[in-house]
């Protein structure tokens, strides 16, 4: 193969794009004199004139055209080369695919994902579905990690659950409703609760020990609208602690109550025949940093 400097070749480029060797040398920030001096070492390696040199300036030779059409074929070559290269690693950025069992809290769904935003090199996705069709693609490997509320299992394949997190269960009400409820003499305070809660026997206890001043009147899957029941003066909502975290803090809501030895537990669920993702080593250790206990202040 004739070898041929490319950097000549690529400074003969820009001169016969500009048709002038002060426009070129301008453009590339290089003096004339050493780009005529490149130019003369290029002619000379190609034995050839490359351009007629006039008083009106440069103009390409026959071979001077030849040599130009085939720098532009080599150049717009590298050009996408390298943007071909730039588009397929962004492409191939590791990709974390999360989901999230139907019915968890939006709360506890955004603590998890916010640390997977951290890392500037992974692109999430992120999707709620029922524990059955997560626990399929978990064990096909269609999915990376899975947020749940209980510990999963499969009976074609080995899931570890990676204990995430475990919050309090508080009854919370309107600040109005609270006050209220806690001087009234009749009658009892309707509570609402989520509806399959893991932590249901706790309540139960917690009810029967209470008779006299709660009764369950409504069991709602939905958390978000559990908060909003409360909010909204209704009653006494039974819920974990980081889902009324914010509520707390801006005083929309305030603690009636605490429900003795209740927890939800929330899990990450992964195939076991892969290996452990880092990133998700690292959203567990964050996760289990201890946090300010904001609660305290209001029992």
């Given at each position: ?8 070749l690529y ?8 048709l ?12 004339p ?5 490149q ?7 190609l ?11 440069l103009s ?13 074929t080599?150049?717009?070559?590298s050009?996408a080369l390298?943007?071909?290269i ?13 989901g999230?069992?139907?019915?968890i ?18 692109r ?7 524990a ?23 009976p ?13 269960i508080?009854a ?5 409703y609270?006050?209220i ?19 249901r ?5 917690w ?14 899957d939905?958390v978000?609208l ?13 819920l ?7 509520e ?5 809501l ?10 939800e537990?929330?899990f ?12 998700i080593s ?18």
């Amino acid at each position: 193969m004739t070898w041929i400097n490319y950097n000549q070749l690529y400074y003969f480029y820009v001169i016969a794009s500009e048709l002038s060797i002060a426009r070129a040398a301008e453009k590339m920030r290089l003096t004339p004199a050493n780009l005529s001096i490149q130019l003369k070492q290029l002619e000379e390696a190609l034995n050839t004139q490359l351009f007629d040199r006039t008083k009106k300036g440069l103009s390409l030779t026959r071979n001077g055209a030849l040599a130009l059409r085939h720098a532009k074929t080599m150049f717009n070559s590298s050009d996408a080369l390298v943007k071909e290269i730039a588009e397929t690693t962004s492409q191939n950025r590791d990709i974390m695919k999360i989901g999230s069992i139907s019915g968890i809290s939006k709360s506890v769904q955004f603590e998890l994902i916010q640390h997977f935003f951290e890392c500037d090199s992974t692109r999430i996705e992120f999707h709620e579905e029922s524990a059955d069709s997560l626990l399929e693609k978990l064990s096909k490997n269609e999915i990376d990690v899975v947020l749940t509320n209980h510990p999963l299992s499969h009976p074609s394949a080995v899931i570890q659950n990676v204990p995430l997190a475990d919050y309090e269960i508080f009854a919370v009400a309107a600040p109005n409703y609270a006050k209220i409820a806690s001087t009234s003499q009749n009658g009892r305070t309707p509570v609402f609760i989520a509806k399959n809660c893991a932590y249901r026997e706790h309540v139960n206890h917690w009810i029967e020990n209470n008779s006299h001043s709660y009764a369950i009147k409504g069991e709602i899957d939905d958390v978000v609208l559990l908060r909003i029941t409360a909010s909204s003066g209704k009653g006494v909502a039974l819920l974990p602690s980081i889902v009324v975290r914010h509520e707390l803090l801006n005083q929309t809501l305030q603690i009636m109550d605490h429900i003795p030895n209740a927890r939800e537990y929330f899990f990450l669920s992964v195939n076991a025949s892969t290996t452990l993702h880092p990133l998700i080593s690292s959203v567990v250790e964050k996760f289990s940093t201890p946090q300010p206990n904001i609660f305290s202040s209001n029992h």
